[in-house]
């Protein structure tokens, strides 16, 4: 069973950075990805942000984060990273990384895999 652990959440102020972290345990698998999703408080779904595979050098981002967030991976560690620069409080939610086997996408219904969440607040 895939195992998901996202950490580096916390509160910032807007136009600060964080990062975080999506650590993938417990499959085997040739051809993989992790997508990171969020939602906002008060939304019923998930909204894409950024996705990566693991066995190609594809990597998308949601229109609203590009140019801020940076995707990225390290396949030795089986994780993830969001480096998320220039916050805004729109950016504020429940983070979760999840996984598929197969191509990135940045749809929440293509994963089947999903961590706990970290929560990202930002603020003034």
């Known amino acids: 069973q895939v195992q998901l652990v996202e950490s580096g959440g916390g509160l910032v102020q807007p136009g600060e950075s964080l990062t975080l972290s999506c650590v993938a345990s417990?499959?085997?698998?040739?051809?993989?990805?992790i997508g990171w999703f969020r939602q906002a408080p008060g939304k019923e779904e998930r909204e894409g942000v950024s996705c990566i595979s693991f066995y190609n050098s594809d990597k998308y981002y949601a229109r609203s984060v590009k140019g801020r967030f940076t995707i990225s991976r390290d396949n030795d560690k089986n994780t993830a990273y969001l480096q998320m620069n220039s916050l805004k409080p729109e950016d504020t939610g429940v983070y979760y990384c999840?996984?598929?086997?197969?191509?990135?996408?940045?749809?929440?219904?293509?994963?089947?895999?999903w961590g706990q969440g970290t929560q990202v607040s930002v603020s003034s």
């Open positions: 999840a996984f598929r086997r197969g191509a990135a996408t940045l749809l929440p219904t293509d994963y089947n895999d």
């Open positions: 417990g499959f085997t698998a040739d051809y993989w990805s």
